[in-house]
T-cell receptor, first 115, second 114 residues
Framework: DTAVSQTPKYLVTQMGNDKSIKCEQN?????MYWYKQDSKKFLKIMFS???????INETVPNRFSPKSPDKAHLNLHINSLELGDSAVYFC??????????????FGSGTQLSVL | AQSVAQPEDQVNVAEGNPLTVKCTYS??????LFWYVQYPNRGLQFLLK??????LVKGSYGFEAEFNKSQTSFHLKKPSALVSDSALYFC????????????FGSGTQLTVLP
């Protein structure tokens, strides 16, 4: 009964390819996120969606495009992959609207390696 | 603007000894503060949070953290470390008056030696 699940766990691909990472949460949360963790373990938010609408879009190349078909899913599509895209990508979710419930639930990550 | 600093990349402690992982923050308004833990090849897991109220916050697995407004700190503590506590720990902050976005620190690798 994984709360936040993302697939694939590992993704190895060539430069220039297009790839997608899928994320699903079964917690009934309103908000979902994509985070990027680099090789030094630094964690940075990329996108945030609330009820299928984009609410945060950090300075991320437009090669990265999030897609939220419904509030339980937030997929990440990456075009024209570059070497610098190699990282671990984490999906997360939280319940909006409750000020004290700022708890994020993370997926187990997708290790992307661009060769 | 909001930021958080974890001054130690690595903390080593002997099993059974108390541990402290340091965190300082900077926000314009009142802070919401969090600690998360990341085990190898896993996503981050919530440990505890400070929103308001008592400065000493108790969380999962026997961890606690003390909010110190004058020192703008939120150090993570545990009275007696376990080998299984070895992991990467992240402090995070959000300005209560800002848009809903957490800023994470750079992480501190805790190693508990048997």
């Amino acid at each position: 009964d994984t709360a936040v699940s993302q697939t694939p766990k590992y993704l190895v691909t060539q430069m220039g390819n297009d790839k997608s990472i899928k994320c699903e949460q079964n917690l009934g949360h309103d908000t979902m996120y994509w985070y990027k963790q680099d090789s030094k373990k630094f964690l940075k938010i990329m996108f945030s969606y609330n009820n299928k609408e984009l609410i945060i879009n950090e300075t991320v190349p437009n090669r990265f495009s999030p897609k939220s078909p419904d509030k339980a899913h937030l997929n990440l599509h990456i075009n024209s992959l570059e070497l610098g895209d190699s990282a671990v990508y984490f999906c997360a979710s939280s319940q909006e609207g409750v000020a004290t419930n700022e708890k994020l639930f993370f997926g187990s990550g997708t290790q992307l390696s661009v060769l | 603007a909001q930021s958080v600093a974890q001054p130690e990349d690595q903390v080593n402690v002997a099993e059974g000894n108390p541990l402290t992982v340091k965190c300082t923050y900077s926000v314009s308004g009142n802070p919401y503060l969090f600690w998360y833990v990341q085990y190898p090849n896993r996503g981050l897991q919530f440990l505890l949070k400070y929103i308001t109220g008592d400065n000493l916050v108790k969380g999962s697995y026997g961890f606690e953290a003390e909010f110190n407004k004058s020192q703008t700190s939120f150090h993570l503590k545990k009275p007696s470390a376990l080998v299984s506590d070895s992991a990467l720990y992240f402090c995070a902050v959000r300005d209560s008056g800002s848009a809903r976005q957490l800023t994470f620190g750079s992480g501190t690798q805790l190693t508990v030696l048997p």
